[in-house]
């Protein structure tokens, strides 16, 4: 079941991608992060009263964490997508996937020691490897000497992505629900963005195109909702693998919506992506007892 939260979030994301794409003309990043952040927070306001949630919190410095390294790789991402090849800067950020398989099975060995750890979840950490390669070949990204910077960004990017989903799962451990979780994530990202845009400027609110602010806000608070449930229920290392399941949904639009074409290699890689993911979860299912490598 939370493989589905996984896949949910991953369609939000990419239908939210699809209205970012759209309102781009209109607004600029910043802009469009702090709009997304107000609505998320509008709507999670309203939905913890009706649900009868505090959003009063007990480890007030983890949701820092959480926002912060959440920023920080949303900014480095943008960055990268200003000096590198948009296929080039997705690719990095989705090595978050990787980066958090290798930071649990590396914790795992540290923990348990060196044997067990390795055999019992490799398999798994090569599906999110082979899920990887599937970005790659859908995305077929270029790099070059000049672009150091900018792919060494990119990479960071990814990087804290994955510190930013550890710690969704972290705060579940210790009990926050994840509307809680995703309203001051929300919050962090109105400060990240109005921040931003004492530096970019701000563009006057026109109809219709300001209509687009509210489908961007309302399926980024859903999306994390959905992912923040996966992360907080399921194993971290299926979960990271199904979240490449959001590059084969943006392709999809691509196709569709767009009138995009898609190479044999980028059709290629987007089955790698699907069976990457069936096998991880196949493999989990399987697993037996629930070693600490696997758990949110």
Known sequence: MQALWMLLASFFFASMGVCIKLASAHFNP??????????????????????????????????????????????????????????????????????????????????????APIREQAPVFLTVIAGFAGVAMLLRPSFNESQALGGLVGLLSGLFAALAYLQVAALSKVGEPESRTVFYFSLGAVVAGLLGMLFSGVSPLRWPSALWLL??????????????????????????????????????????????????????????????????????????????????
């Open 30 to 115: 910043f802009e469009i992060v702090a709009y997304r952040g107000l609505v998320g927070m509008l709507f999670l306001w309203g939905f913890t009263r009706w649900k009868g949630i505090s959003l009063a919190t007990q480890v007030p410095l983890m949701h820092l964490w959480r926002s912060v390294v959440g920023t920080i790789s949303l900014t480095a991402w943008f960055y990268a997508i200003a000096v590198l090849p948009l296929a080039t800067a997705m690719t990095l950020n989705y090595m978050s996937s990787v980066w958090i398989a290798t930071f649990l099975l590396g914790g795992a060995v540290l923990v348990q020691g060196r044997d």
């Open 215 to 296: 489908p961007i806000g309302l399926l980024a608070v859903f999306g994390q909702l959905c992912m923040t449930r996966a992360y907080s229920r399921g194993a971290t290392m299926v979960v990271a693998n199904l979240q490449y399941s959001g590059i084969v949904f943006a392709a999809l639009f691509s196709v569709t919506l767009f009138g995009d074409r898609l190479p044999l290699i980028g059709w290629l890689g987007m089955g790698l992506i699907v069976l990457s993911g069936i096998a991880a979860t196949a493999l989990r299912a399987r697993t037996v007892p629930r070693s600490p490598a696997e758990e949110p």
